[in-house]
């Protein structure tokens, strides 16, 4: 298990691909980016399934056990931090979302490439070359 990690203002989390432990800082929120993820949050009855473009409330001093929903799947995860005056400032959520849900259509057409490079009986010509 990695960690312990502290997470503060507005970070990215990159490649999740093992349990880790995490302290917040600051009150704000987690969002998966590109892959469920499975957390633990000390004194909290119930394990939660983040799941891509989810957003989870979290408090300043929670400690928080992450991993990818399933073994050996990393996981790309955002925190960002709430301003002391609001939860959370519409335009930074939007923000959020919207950053959130490019990367989950990036995901969705790198799968889809995949697909139709499989169901393709002859190669394809990418950017002027063969692959």
Do not use: N
Request: charged share 25%; proline share 8%.
């Amino acid at each position: 298990m990695q960690g312990p990690a502290t997470w503060e203002e507005e970070m990215e989390i990159e490649h999740v691909a093992t349990a880790c432990r995490a302290r917040v800082s600051r009150d704000g929120w987690l969002a998966a980016a590109d892959a469920p993820v499975w957390i633990t949050r000390d004194g909290d009855p119930h394990d939660h399934v983040l799941m891509p473009g989810e957003l989870l409330p979290l408090h300043e001093g929670d400690r928080l056990v992450v991993e990818p929903w399933q073994a050996g799947q990393a996981a790309r995860l955002t925190f960002v931090a709430s301003r002391a005056e609001s939860p959370l400032d519409p335009l930074q959520a939007l923000a959020l979302l919207a950053e959130t849900f490019a990367l989950l259509l990036e995901q969705a057409a790198r799968g889809a490439r995949k697909m139709a490079d499989r169901a393709r009986p002859y190669p394809v010509m990418r950017h002027g070359r063969a692959p």
